[in-house]
Nanobody, 126 residues
Framework: QVQLVESGGGLVQAGGSLRLSCAASGGTFSSYARGWFRQAPGKEREFVGA????????YYADAVKGRFTISRDSAKNTVYLQMNSLKPEDTAVYYC???????????????????WGQGTQVTVSS
């Protein structure tokens, strides 16, 4: 059973940066594609970005492209979401997700992922 634990959320001023971490346990790290999603109050969960199981491909939602970067550290079984130039509209609970996937595959929809973390709150003040 794969378990995902997010950390790194918090309160930051607009224009600032945060790095979220998602540590995985219970699975073969290199076999899983990973994704980040977020959900703001009163809104549906939305895709933020994803990385392939080997880390050679990434894909981002238009709303975060050029500001957010996903990376993975196989030695630590951890995926990161580096968030720069944060805006108040980035305020949300951020979730990481994982699922078994073929090499090079990027998954952008929530139902495609089998495993989810508990979420971490990111609040950006104006």
């Amino acid at each position: 059973q794969v378990q995902l634990v997010e950390s790194g959320g918090g309160l930051v001023q607009a224009g600032g940066s945060l790095r979220l971490s998602c540590a995985a346990s219970g699975g073969t790290f290199s076999s899983y594609a990973r994704g980040w999603f977020r959900q703001a109050p009163g809104k549906e969960r939305e895709f933020v970005g994803a990385i392939s199981r080997s880390g050679d491909r990434t894909y981002y939602a238009d709303a975060v492209k050029g500001r957010f970067t996903i990376s993975r550290d196989s030695a630590k079984n951890t995926v990161y979401l580096q968030m720069n130039s944060l805006k108040p509209e980035d305020t949300a609970v951020y979730y990481c997700a994982a699922t078994l996937a073929p090499t090079g595959v990027i998954l952008t929809r929530g139902p495609q992922y089998h495993y989810w973390g508990q979420g971490t709150q990111v609040t950006v003040s104006s």
